[in-house]
C-alpha cells in the first residue's frame, strides 16, 4: 500500500512539473508627446515560432491627454444650456494585419475625456466664431487623462502575425470636442499633449491543464497526504 501510495505522489509531482508554463511575448510601442492630429507609426516584430503555438494575440492601446481648452462661444439670440466633453480620441490602422475591430473603427475610438455643463448667455454682439470673454463664452480646460482599450486578434488571422520581419501599426490620434445641447454653439481648442502606447502581446499554448491532468495530480497529492498520516501514526 505504501508504495502505491508514494507512486501516486511521485506521479503527481511529475505531472506538475509537466504542465508547461503560460508565457506572454510582449513588445510595447510608445507614441508622443506632440500636439494632435498627430498619426505615429509603430514597428512590432513578428512571432518566430509555429503559429499552432499560439491561443491568442492582443492587442492594447493607451491614450494619455493633458491641458488644452475646450471653448464654446453662443450665436444665438436664446440662453443655451449645452454639455461640453473635450480631450483626444485614438484608434489604429495596418495594411500589414489584420487588428481587433473595437481598435479600427473611428466611430468607436479610444478616447480621453474632461467634461463640463455650461449655460451661455445669448450671444453679446461679438460677432460669428469663437470670442474669448463675455457671457456667451466659456472654456473647459483638459486635465491630465488615460485611456486604455484591448482588443483580441481573430484567430484565423494569427498567420498575418507569424514568420520573419515586422508589420506595421499606424495610431490615429486627433482632438476630440463634443458639444450637446444646443445649436448656433462655435467651438475652438487650444493644443493639448497626447502620448501613449501600443501594445502587442503573443500568448502560446499551456499553463491550464486539462481536467483530467487536474484530477490525476489531486488523486496523487490525495494519496502522499494519507501516506504522510500513516507514517505519523506508525511513528506515534
Known amino acids: 500500500m505504501r508504495k502505491k501510495l508514494a507512486g501516486l505522489a511521485l506521479l503527481a509531482a511529475m505531472l506538475l512539473l509537466a504542465v508547461p508554463a503560460q508565457a506572454d511575448i510582449i513588445q510595447t510601442q510608445a507614441f508622443g508627446p506632440a500636439i494632435p492630429d498627430f498619426s505615429p507609426v509603430l514597428t512590432f516584430n513578428k512571432y518566430s515560432g509555429n503559429v499552432a503555438d499560439l491561443t ?97 486578434v481573430l484567430s484565423t488571422t494569427f498567420g498575418m502575425y507569424v514568420g520573419a520581419g515586422t508589420f506595421d501599426i499606424t495610431g490615429i490620434i486627433q482632438t476630440y470636442l463634443a458639444v450637446t445641447g444646443a445649436s448656433g454653439i462655435s467651438q475652438g481648442t487650444t493644443p493639448q499633449n497626447a502620448e501613449g502606447f501600443v501594445r502587442v502581446t503573443y500568448r502560446t499554448a499551456g499553463g491550464v491543464p486539462e481536467p483530467g491532468t487536474m484530477l490525476l495530480v489531486a488523486s496523487g497529492l490525495g494519496g502522499l497526504a494519507a501516506w504522510r498520516r500513516r507514517r505519523r501514526r506508525t511513528a506515534a
Open 56 to 152: 491568442a494575440i492582443i492587442v492594447d492601446l493607451s491614450l494619455t491627454s493633458t491641458g488644452g481648452l475646450g471653448q464654446v462661444d453662443n450665436e444665438s439670440s436664446s440662453v443655451a444650456n449645452v454639455h461640453v466633453e473635450f480631450g483626444t480620441s485614438g484608434y489604429l490602422f495596418s495594411s500589414d494585419v489584420l487588428l481587433p475591430f473595437n481598435l479600427i473603427n473611428p466611430l468607436t475610438p479610444v478616447k480621453t475625456v474632461t467634461a463640463a455643463d455650461f449655460v451661455l448667455q445669448p450671444n453679446d454682439g461679438d460677432g460669428i466664431g469663437v470670442d474669448v470673454g463675455g457671457p456667451d463664452y466659456n472654456q473647459l480646460v483638459g486635465g491630465a487623462d488615460t485611456a486604455t482599450a484591448t482588443g483580441n
